[in-house]
């Protein structure tokens, strides 16, 4: 690791109070850290390039063209849910046993999770074939003059990805390894060329069904490259169908048919979203999009950010205790919240000016009340994401089920009967009442079977974990009337500077107790070079 790295690492471990240079467990703070900053490095290059593009097609493409192809990706998109949690189980296993230094049950994991990723993968195709044929039923809104090209680009697309949940086993042994670099260098050269091929598709006036075709070969050539990766740098992890133990294989099952609930459950909260616009409002459904978009990047920050939380804490409960786990629950849910606050209030406050700056007024105009709502929503579910994560981690997400099942029902319910009365604003409602659901579910049932794994009360982990930083937002709740407005906000420069300020204060003061304040301060002053 080179000087500068490990230094940016120790700024990050130093606000958890590690001491970068001392023993085995610094080192699985430092490597926890670097694996979360090369994650949600590549998360910010990544989205940068993505966030081009929809600016580029709202202005290039009619709105109703726009929304055809944005249906096509939801609905392509849908492969990916098959997935089952296998990479999840995949990354699991192969922390834990290479832990123990066990490369070949590590390797009967990951081949137990190939078995079961080629029917995934054969599901996916089918899938795809389905909602292709039965695309003028679901969106009898759509001009009828796009429907063959958004069936060809449907299929295309959805093949492809289908066909990349099987490459995709590559991607998760390498983040078992703890060796995020690799998947995230590949996710960031599918997102440059998925940017290139629309671009270009898009200025030679091609046809969705074209859009669609250069997608497809920027899916299929990243997913050799994670294949290639594997081989070349991790080959000691074996796949192979030859010799599978079935024990092996039902013990996978087991692991992730609890995860697949989960998958159901986000794919009501928030995979059928814009599908349901595209059904019932479909005349909406470029707006409503359009505000998932930097929707998904807070959460994009979250996932990079806490991601590599599941394979470490994975490892780390071989060997440690539950006051341990407890503590660093505690600990890595106030900086998560911390880190969801404040990529979620410059969104509520100032979302107007960042839409009208990325996709232009009529945009944003016709977005801002989605964006608001989503933000809300988002913000409150994933103030329990670091505890999911260590549900995963210690295989007990089946304590879950019931509140991941209650979440689905009521967003997938509300959304359904609020589009049909208030049209997409409905759907937006439905994944706000959905969150609170999540939340307090966590709270009144799931944390009460975890105890003796994480042992950290629920008052604590939520004073904490989840109050103390959402002290944050306080300046933007005095200011709740000048900006939660239809028009522009109604704020002047001084109050934007002293909205920043104090927001930006309150993060450093209220979220960070002096100790790790005075740790961040000294590191921070000498990775600048200043002493």
Request: net charge positive.
């Amino acid at each position: 690791m080179t000087k500068g790295l490990r230094e940016d690492i120790e700024i990050v471990a130093a606000a958890s109070g590690e001491n970068p240079g001392a023993g085995p467990d610094s080192g699985v703070a430092s490597r926890f850290t670097k694996n979360s900053l090369i994650s949600v490095g590549r998360l910010f290059v990544s989205t940068a390039v993505a966030l081009i593009l929809p600016s580029y097609l709202t202005h290039k493409l009619p709105i109703k063209t726009y929304s055809a192809w944005i249906l096509v990706m939801q609905m392509s998109a849908y492969v990916g849910y098959l997935d089952f949690g296998v990479q999840t189980g995949i990354s699991k296993y192969v922390a834990e046993y290479e832990a123990r230094n066990d490369a070949a049950g590590a390797s009967m994991r990951a081949s137990a999770g190939l078995a079961i990723m080629l029917v995934a993968s054969a599901l996916g195709v089918l899938l795809t074939l389905v909602l292709a044929w039965r695309v003028p039923d679901i969106f009898h809104e759509m001009p009828s003059s796009l429907y063959k090209d958004v069936r060809i680009s449907l299929v295309l697309v959805g093949v492809s990805l289908s066909l990349g949940l099987l490459c995709s086993i590559c991607s998760a042994i390498f983040m078992g390894l703890q060796r995020f670099s690799v998947p995230m260098a590949i996710s960031l050269v599918n997102r440059f060329l998925f940017t290139g091929a629309v671009f270009a598709a898009v200025f030679f006036h091609s046809s969705l069904a074209l859009m669609g075709g250069a997608v497809a070969g920027v899916n299929l050539l990243t997913g050799g490259l994670q294949v290639i990766a594997w081989r070349r740098m991790a080959n000691n992890i074996r796949l192979t169908l030859r010799g599978l133990d079935r024990d092996v294989l039902k013990n996978m099952i087991a692991y992730c048919s609890s995860l697949a609930i989960w998958t159901a459950g986000m794919l009501c909260v928030s995979g059928l979203d814009v599908t349901i616009v595209g059904r019932y409002d479909f005349s909406h459904t470029a707006f409503y999009s359009i505000a998932t978009l930097p929707t998904n990047f807070m959460l994009s920050i979250m996932g990079a950010a806490v991601g590599p939380l599941m394979p470490t804490a994975s490892a780390l409960s071989v060997h440690r205790t539950a006051q341990e786990m407890g503590a660093m629950l505690s600990k890595v849910t106030r900086y998560s919240s911390t880190l969801l606050v404040l990529a979620g209030l410059p969104l509520l406050v100032a979302g107007y000016w960042v839409l009208r700056l990325w996709v232009g007024s009529e945009y944003a105009l016709h977005t801002i009340g989605y964006l608001r709502i989503l933000v809300l929503a988002n913000v409150i579910r994933n103030l329990c994401l670091p505890y999911s994560s260590m549900l995963v981690a210690t295989e007990k997400q089946k304590v879950a089920i019931i509140g991941a099942s209650a979440e689905a029902i009521v967003n997938l319910g509300c959304s359904l009967y609020l589009v049909k009365h208030i049209g997409a604003l409905g759907v937006a409602y439905g994944t706000l009442l959905g969150s609170l659901v999540s939340v307090g579910m966590h709270f009144a049932l799931s944390m009460r079977y975890t105890y003796e794994r994480f042992s950290v009360t629920r008052m604590r982990l939520f004073l904490s974990g989840m109050i103390r930083p959402l002290a944050i937002g306080l300046p933007s709740l005095v200011l709740f009337k000048q900006w939660w407005v239809d028009a522009p906000p109604v704020l002047s420069l001084p109050m934007w500077a002293l909205w920043g300020t104090s927001t930006l204060l309150l993060a450093w003061f209220a979220s960070l107790n002096g100790d790790e304040r005075s740790r961040l301060s000294k590191l921070v002053v000498k990775r600048a070079g200043l002493v």
